[in-house]
């Protein structure tokens, strides 16, 4: 009765071995999800970026609470940038963004939502101040641009228009694409 008892049992184990081998090969292959190729690689907070010339003249300063950088797609996701472009012979332009995307790709940082550019006044440099929106700095060229509407006033005097390209460098110069109007007042 024992031999039988212990036959039955390695029958009865054999049997569940064997339903349990047949339920893996009739189950459908679960394929995991592969780890989300478009995760950050690196991160700062409280950023500061400086970038000087040849000369070791400071050119740029870029300041941003949160910075994460995506190598795939090749961006880096800003929050609240700060970018001030430097001339010895002229105050600073400070462009300051809600939400910034640099494309190292292009080296171009876009500026979505609304963005306001100052200079501060200086001798014979008239202060500055600029409205805009979705502007696109080309940190090399030393260039921005947007086709939104910009509005910029300069102590009394504004102007409003449609799209805006503005140089940095010298020759300074800053060009309204469209649709301006404009107040001067006269001494």
Known sequence: MNRRLLGLLLMFALVLSLAWWVNELQRPE???PEIARDTPDTYAVNLLVKQYDDDGQLLQILRTPRMTHYEKRGITELSQPVVQRFRSDQPPWRMRGENGLADHRQETLFLPGQVII????????????????????HAEASYAETAEAVRINSGVDWLSAIGMQIW?????????????????EFE
Request: charged share 40%.
């Open 168 to 184: 940095f460098d010298e020759p300074s110069r800053l060009k309204l694409l469209g649709q301006v109007r404009g107040h001067y």
């Open 118 to 137: 100052e200079r501060d006044g200086k001798a014979e440099f008239a202060p500055y101040r600029i409205e805009t929106e979705d502007l696109t700095i």
């Open 30 to 32: 679960i394929k995991r």
